[in-house]
């Protein structure tokens, strides 16, 4: 701390000595910067110096850093290795810095930086002139700093904010020599000589869009700029070409940023590949919308599609767990979260050019850091006067589609439980075949897992740090998720062709009643023939410990099938009330489609009621109990079989194997109870709290399921298949009672 | 906190109203309390209360927890369940309560307090008097209120406090009536009537010597007091017969108090049991002799052989990792830790009645909480007066046996790797087969574990909380733990009559200089015609980012064998030198010992100089570089085959297999290097900082070991295999180069 005061102390005698007089504020759009930070920002910024705290340290970090890098000389190597190699993370440092640097020019007026800025860009433009593409040739779009255009068009979105903050340190011959021989042959080869990385609506594109019209902004460039908001003019793509990742480079024929935003959200703020590569697409979607509304105000960008972009970033924040970590749906590695870079980035642009949440400010607390810019400026000020309130994260239902009509992700929360249920659509080339699939949360602890991507990302190890095939033969498979797979095949036999076509639907989600949180989706086609409806509820019981999770699958064919019905849970077996046999060998349990990556364990005949299955996580327990007759199987299996370079998780999973039937209805309850201290070694309510689970009545307009528990009491839970209105009423009489009530699901205790 | 200060106030006051002149001090040994809680120790706390925080949030939380008791009423249920159920449960936490309502009512002088111990005291004078045997059957020594003769100790060793608290509040025909229905017989049921349980020399038999005297010093029962200190007169016990755990009852023909404190602890105060079975003995060792300190000062007690039982309090608070949580070493539990309320006892006891060390502060001030007697108040007061220091751990040896001579336990840290070696001797009827294993901690995470044992301690569910069959199939196996195991069989042949006449002796322990930490200790007999002599050290060299471990097992035999070498890593392979192969059907790698437990997942024919191989855990890296030849197999194994409960962990190892040799070394080299963030998905130092090791000399007088690393330096490591006294001085002559030396062991880097 003392280091950090020295520090900031230093800092603030150099900012007093420099010449105030040099900013200069105008409205003239040849005023530099103008694209992220403004000539009136820096002016603002100066004048706050040094009272506002988590700006104030923010800045100091990015100085020790960016002089740090100052001290060790300017490297800019020919390129040559794949992500995780010295020339690529080199490279990749060298954009962060070079941003940083232009930053404390502008904020610090200490023309070290800019000379830092100016000398390392000089370099780059003596390479860049003659440079080849990249050698690695693994990329459907090889760039020529780095292997891939994906990593250009990164470098380019944040050299353009630092040349935007030297403009006027230099020359105009300076400039024109690096925007002939640097800038523009860098935007024109990640666009015009790439349109299979530019010319589509990807992730990848965004970040393509966005480099070349930042670099098009700064430069005062109005064909780039338009290039990038509309895409190539011209440019018709091949729409039956496919990427690295399966996906189709541009089935749509759309391009550009604003197609960009179009697409990809829905009017939820959902983005279709989902959070991991939301977080990852945010950066390019909002530092350039910045700059638009800096540079053409006129456009504007944040009220594009009822200002979707600033939605979005609320959807995002809403799609962590209580730990800030990013729910890993579809390819999404685990442990990314709103502490990274790109959310600071998004929370202080949805506060500074949104409506000034005072949530907002708690997370950005959390972040503890803020852009060194306008928005930057507007949080730190937001937290130095008190404003900030506690983000709080509630059920919330996410539309996905253009148009929100492509089903979407509910996510229930009732205490500290969580429910993420997908029933979005394919979620582009990232997409996984796991429709109506879901997983389960314990304050930040996941219960029931996705298992998320095969895949260690930046690790060179393990596949330069890429995509390994395990993702496509595993990750992706329907079996690997929280789901009914038929007949081991995949939905929509695991093809991207027929995922893209379809998507469920919702068909109700309800978050009125606090203690019912409940979300309900039907699917077609994920088989032929087979139509798939689950109804999923957090439910709050007075006499359960813990809300506890109620889950109906209703499963219609027009053919008999085996379906199968896992529960990846973590953690230890504790007990089962049926007889399960393990086997001495371990065996895969198929030969494809994700099955030939589990070994059997052991398995059993199911309890003719409730098969009840109970482990031991994190010092907790949790008890599953479903609905089985004595012709279900159960299957322990682990992951890991046919895994030659041991690229999965050894992670368990509870199967219900049900063969041989054409329409049937998966009915389980999932409870959370009790706790386990080592070192008191005292196990508290370690036993499951529900007696039986019971399908009272199950037809194509109302499923209705009774819950004893061990306290004697009994309850009803009803949900209306068809008419799901919330005004509807509904009558309907079970064992003789009556029952009443309006809207989509009927929940009441029956005895006491 | 508002709840909290509005407690104490009310504490305070009500305090305050209190008639102090009930309080007598005298020296007369009928004055009551005077077994924890002295008379002169209720007066101080009195007057201090209210003004120190640890002490006076203490007491609010026993005060609160005991009212809450007391609103619920009295429970003394006829015993009828295991651990884990409800009947022990209660009888359990009647033991707690009514010692904590004692110490409120003599602290806060209320006499509500005191009536609720006597009331429950009577309904169990009621109950106990026509109380038959407990009716499960499994233990070797059943109680009445407990399954297990153990559990009834517990609970005389608490009630007789709370016994003491309240004398002087019950009249005599009370007292009487109380000592002669429950307290007496109470008394001869656990020692008189249960000798396999209290005559012998075990953790078990501490907790009866301690129920008894404690009882006898309240009631003044010299004949009791003689029976808990010497054991029961004239009995003998027979030498050949065991408990359920497979242990002697009493080979040695000690028993009582002293003569268990004299047998288990060495005089460095290591408890041959090991910290977790220690931490559950400490309580009855320190609670009773504060008893016998305040009672009958002339015996000395806490000087008894040469101050052990403070000695052992300080070796068991190093028996810890950075959490504090103790090395699961034989039978231990992990996550038990220094936050246990016995380690409570032990820091406050130790402070008090020991030299005051400001360290034991600030574990106190990490427990937050004392005890609320007079050890409590010292320390309370010395945090109060800012005396608090950190606890500093260092490297320490720990010698075990009753004098020093069986061996012992090394721990070796260095910045924040922290090696535990243990050498030492059977440990009773919980030691494992592990002779010269370790295992390895960064942090306060596990690097390389130790599986300790296989049991959930009170959980229910699992064998009703007690030691699993496979703690004795496995955990106590020698192919479990980081150590060599010959031919597939355990040391000593897995025999406890083997075990425990055999144990390792030390070779060298040095940590004088701080870039070398080290311990060496030899071991004959573990296989008839086979030693061991193993070297580890943690070697903080300047070339590498952190310490290393280097390791060096010598093996020599007087025939051709097979040795395994495992490494019981965490977390997921990332890379490997050499080509192993996975199988598509994992089968059992062996019939018994420990082997039919484990599941072979890959293998491989070794590197010819050296096998490399990295893994991932806790987004760190790791690699182990071990010499190695090709004809030596490198095996990928999981546990928890033929498992049929699911009572073992899915852990992996690699184990480096050497087959049809007599003499051979095992040289390794093990990194933490790096790390990964997955919020920036930036991988540091991923890699590897050893290019080789390689034996350059190995006879039975030197082993010398070159270690290159990637930089290019080489280092050269020299252990002493024959002498390795300090004060020798050694001269050898290496490929031509003269090394002489003075003392163990040589490192010095060899070139720059």
Redesign the interface.
């Known amino acids: 701390m003392n280091y950090q005061k020295a520090l900031l102390f230093v800092l603030l005698i150099a900012f007093s000595c420099a010449k105030q007089e040099k900013v200069m504020v105008s409205d003239s759009e040849n005023q530099h910067p103008k694209l992220i930070l403004t000539a009136k920002g820096v002016k603002d910024i100066r004048a706050q110096l040094g009272t506002i705290p988590i700006f104030d340290n923010s800045l100091l970090k990015v100085k020790e850093e960016v002089d740090a890098e100052i001290a060790l000389g300017i490297e800019t190597p020919i390129p040559k290795d794949y992500s995780?190699g010295y020339t690529h993370s080199r490279h990749k440092q060298n954009w962060f810095v070079l941003q940083k640097a232009g930053v404390l020019y502008q904020i610090l007026d200490d023309e070290k930086y800019a000379k830092y800025v100016k000398d390392m860009l000089m370099q780059y433009e003596e390479m860049y002139k003659t440079l080849p593409l990249h050698p690695k040739t693994r990329s459907y779009a090889r760039g020529k700093l780095f292997w891939q255009c994906l990593n250009d068009a990164n470098w380019l979105v944040y050299v353009s904010q630092a040349y935007d903050c030297i403009y006027n340190y230099l020359s105009e011959g300076e400039r024109n020599k690096l925007e002939t021989n640097l800038f523009k042959p860098f935007a024109d080869h990640i666009s015009v000589d790439s349109p299979q990385f530019y010319q589509r609506v990807h992730n990848h594109s965004t970040w393509g869009n966005a480099a070349v019209g930042m670099i098009g902004l700064v430069m005062d460039d109005e064909e780039l700029i338009q290039r990038a908001l509309y895409g190539i003019k011209g440019k018709e793509m091949d729409k039956t070409a496919k990427d690295d990742d399966g996906g189709f480079i541009n089935k749509s024929g759309k391009a550009g940023f604003l197609a960009n935003i179009e697409e990809p959200f829905s009017p939820d703020g959902y983005y279709n590949e989902g959070p991991y590569y939301q977080r990852y697409a945010m950066y390019p979607f909002l530092v350039f919308a910045e700059g638009l509304q800096n540079v053409k105000p006129e456009l504007k960008i944040f009220e594009y599609k009822e200002g979707v972009l600033l939605k979005s970033i609320n959807a995002l924040l809403n799609l962590s767990d209580a730990d800030g970590d990013f729910f890993p749906l579809n390819d999404g590695?685990?442990?990314?979260?709103y502490?990274?870079?790109a959310l600071v980035t998004a929370v202080d642009v949805s506060y500074h050019y949104g409506n000034q949440d005072p949530g907002l400010l708690s997370i950005a607390s959390k972040q503890n850091s803020v852009l060194l810019d306008d928005s930057g400026l507007a949080v730190a000020l937001g937290i130095r006067e008190g404003k900030t309130k506690s983000f709080e994260k509630k059920s919330i239902n996410l539309s996905d589609g253009p148009e929100g009509k492509q089903g979407g992700v509910g996510i229930l929360r009732n205490e500290d439980i969580e429910l993420v249920f997908k029933y979005a659509s394919q979620g582009s080339s990232h997409g996984h075949y796991d429709k109506l699939s879901y997983s389960l949360y314990e304050n930040g602890e996941e219960v029931i897992q996705d298992y998320g991507l095969a895949r260690?990302?930046?690790?060179?190890?393990?596949g330069g740090?890429n995509y390994l095939k395990e993702n496509k033969t595993w990750a992706k498979q329907t079996i690997a998720h929280n789901t009914v797979t038929q007949n081991e095949t995949s939905h929509y036999k695991g093809k991207y062709e027929i995922g893209s076509q379809n998507h469920p639907d919702l068909h109700y989600f309800s978050s009125d009643n606090k203690e019912v949180q409940i979300v309900s989706s039907k699917v077609r086609n994920t088989y032929s023939g087979t139509d798939l409806h689950r109804t999923m509820a957090i439910i709050n019981d007075v006499d359960l410990e813990k809300p506890f999770v109620l889950d109906i699958m209703r499963v219609t064919s027009d053919k008999k099938n085996q379906y199968d019905f896992p529960f990846y849970y973590f953690g230890?077996?504790?007990?089962a009330n049926f007889e399960y046999?393990?086997t001495?060998?371990?065996?895969?349990l198929g030969k494809k489609n994700g099955y030939e990556h589990l070994?059997l364990?052991?398995s059993a005949k199911a309890d003719d009621k409730n098969s009840k299955f109970?482990w031991?996580n994190n010092?907790k327990f949790y008890t599953i109990t479903s609905v089985t007759d004595k012709k279900d199987e159960l299957l322990?299996t682990?992951i890991?079989?046919?895994?030659?370079?041991?690229n999965l998780?050894?992670d368990?999973a509870l199967i219900v194997r049900r063969n041989n039937v054409k329409n049937t209805t998966f009915v389980s309850t999932i409870e959370s109870h009790g706790s386990?201290s080592?070192?008191?070694?005292?196990?508290l309510n370690?036993?499951s709290s529900i007696a039986e689970v019971k399908v009272i009545l199950d037809n194509k307009d109302y499923t209705a399921i009774m819950i004893a528990n061990v306290k004697g009491n009994t309850k009803l839970f009803i949900t209306a298949n068809s008419d799901a209105l919330k005004e509807t009423k509904h009558n309907l009489k079970l064992n003789g009672k009556n029952y009443s009530w309006m809207g989509s699901y009927y929940y009441k205790q029956t005895n006491k």
Chains 1, 2 share one sequence.
């Open positions: 995780g590695q685990k442990g990314m979260s502490y990274n870079s260690f990302v930046n690790i060179e190890q393990k740090g230890q077996v504790l007990d046999k393990t001495s060998t371990l065996k895969p070994f364990e052991a109970s031991f010092n322990f682990r890991g079989a046919n895994d030659p370079e041991f998780r050894r368990p386990y080592p070192v008191t070694e005292s196990a370690a036993k």
